[in-house]
């Protein structure tokens, strides 16, 4: 596995090694030893889920304020423009995002910690999207930053349509009145 460090030192892209010939390919999607070594530390996952949606789609950005949770995140149909936002006061790159096309064709993955808001919105005619967590959902704990706050400023795709969220999600709170991590 390559591991890429982005803009945000602690979000990672991992690339699996791919073995394909005429029948298809193979990769390893989850090694946990190699997955610790490649971020430094061990992390235990206690939730995988999948998403299915279509072109446009935006969900986002979402984060639990207790019980956060580390996600590792991939497409395994379709394509979508990822994205995570620093939401650790204490950081260095506060407020900052990190957006990365994550498609079925070139397989990688992304490693978001805990203490990041984090959203997608799909480019191809649907995707699938998987992610594993680290902490179980707590709707209680959740909170949602819109998508278009003018504050974070990030770059989504243009769309050929206006993206179509969730009423929960066109009601989140603007990133400077919403909660953070200290």
Known sequence: MQVVKTAIPDILILKPEVFGDARGFFLESFNQK???DAIGHPVHFVQDNHSHSRYGVLRGLHYQIQQPQGKLVRVVSGVVFDVAVDLRRSSATFGKWVGVELSAD????LWIPPGFGHGFVVV?????FLYKTTDYYAPEYERCIRWDDTTLAIEWPKLKIAPLVSVKDA????????????
Do not use: L, M
């Open 34 to 36: 190699d997955f610790d």
């Open 106 to 109: 070139h397989q990688q993955q």
């Open 124 to 128: 191809s005619e649907h995707a699938d």
């Open 171 to 182: 009601k989140g709170k603007i990133f400077k009145e919403a909660e953070v991590f200290a």
